[in-house]
């Protein structure tokens, strides 16, 4: 438990911080499975559309250091692959 005004403070702000991390993990995870789906629809400009959206979205993560840069780059490799892998 905290003792001191800054400790609480502290565990205050980092609740609200681990709050808006797991929202923002969640978003990227909804973004993967939005391109995923598209991917299995066989529509190949609207997974591309998809993952250009992903794509943002996975670099802001990233960048936030919410998520490590070489998972962001390794989702966006391999979904960039299962796109290109579509039958045009």
């Not at 438990?1 to 681990?18: I, L």
């Not at 939005?34 to 993952?51: C, L, M, Q, S, Y």
């Amino acid at each position: 438990m905290a003792n001191t005004a800054q400790a609480r403070k502290r565990a205050r702000q980092a609740v609200k911080q681990n709050e808006h991390n797991s929202s923002l993990r969640s978003k990227l995870r909804t973004s993967i499975k939005a391109v995923r789906k598209a991917i299995e629809t066989g529509d190949k400009a609207a997974a591309a559309k998809v993952f250009a959206a992903t794509q943002a979205t996975i670099d802001k993560i990233a960048d936030k250091k919410i998520a490590h840069k070489n998972t962001a780059s390794r989702q966006k490799s391999r979904l960039s692959a299962a796109i290109k892998a579509m039958a045009a």
